[in-house]
């Protein structure tokens, strides 16, 4: 099992399930939504994610048609997104973990976004935008 929480402990989460896709984001929308130069998620199966506490915290926000991001209304971390059209996982915001999730990023998604002041150091494989 692992467990993950917001800044503030007010909301936590358990997961039963294998994380995995592993990839940072450097698109427009992570980088504002984050306040950093990438967003980092994983996905895990929807019905291994669970909210523990404080679901009257999670707040809600229609970042694009059908995908939902979902924040701490108190602290404002951004603890996971959902999208309407794959209801079947559920998309982590990887530094909400409180433990390793025993996987690596595997890829920067949204190079053609990426912030023109930051320099991308390791390896990773580059997508100009999501592959298929």
């Known amino acids: 099992m692992i467990t993950g929480s917001c800044h503030c402990q ?23 939504i984050h306040g950093t130069v990438y967003g980092s998620g994983a996905i895990t199966s929807a019905d291994g994610f ?4 404080g679901n009257d915290k999670i707040s809600e926000y229609e970042s694009s048609p059908g995908k939902k991001r979902c924040f701490c ?11 309407a059209k794959k209801p079947g996982i ?3 915001r990887i530094g909400t ?11 920067h998604i949204w190079m ?5 002041w930051y320099e991308v150091l390791d390896d990773l494989p580059r997508h100009d935008e999501m592959p298929a």
């Not at 973990?97 to 890829?107: E, G, M």
Request: proline share 5%; aromatic share 8%; net charge positive.
């Open 50 to 53: 669970r909210i523990v506490s």
């Open 90 to 92: 559920v998309v982590l």
């Open 112 to 116: 053609s976004h990426k912030a023109p």
């Open 97 to 107: 973990l409180d433990q390793d999730p025993k996987v690596r990023p595997t890829r």
């Open 73 to 83: 209304c108190d602290c404002g971390s951004h603890i996971y997104a959902y999208m």
């Open 10 to 32: 007010g909301v936590k989460y358990e997961i039963a399930t294998e994380v995995q896709a592993f990839q940072h984001c450097h698109c427009h929308t992570c980088r504002k």
